[in-house]
């Protein structure tokens, strides 16, 4: 893309080689036209590495990422988990998430965050946040359990191990994994 001063100055050339066949407006015009699709962002969706997210207010779907009535397809409510699969910037350049179903979401972080911690903390301490409490597993894909934790108790984690999927989970240091999920611990 060319920026606006290039873009004036190359109509300029061309108004100069072309013998004067547009007129100064006309060649400025021209620039400031061009510019403009330029800088209008379009409908190119980066594709991203799927990662799910959890809305923490209230959040629109709509159809583009340009966030219009006409273009409302539905309401996400708090803690629904979402799987983002693509980026987009709307026509004012906000980013937008593209969802699993084709839909856009807001990704302004005061509305929605990612369902996982994607690293250790620097204390290597996790606290169990969901009131029923969590298990450990002998898997890092979570199967075959081996203890319950309950909740607000504190756990010591060694290793992160993330997966095409998504989801994340942690190595305790005693042995076993627990999910990375924000929904049910909190890094320390």
Known sequence: MLSIKRQTIMAAVLFVIGGGLLSQT??????SNHSSENTTYGSTTTKVSPFKIVVKKEVHSFKTADFTKSNLTGINHPSKQLVV???????????????DDGTFITSDPDYVTRQFYASLPKSKRIIVTDTIGINSYQSPTLKNKMKHFQFHQSLKVSKIKKFNNGNITYRLASGGYVTASKLFVKAM
């Not at 699969?85 to 969802?99: D, I």
């Open 85 to 99: 699969t693509g980026t987009q910037k709307s026509s004012t350049g906000a980013l937008q998430y593209q969802l």
């Open 26 to 31: 006309q060649a400025v015009n021209a620039a």
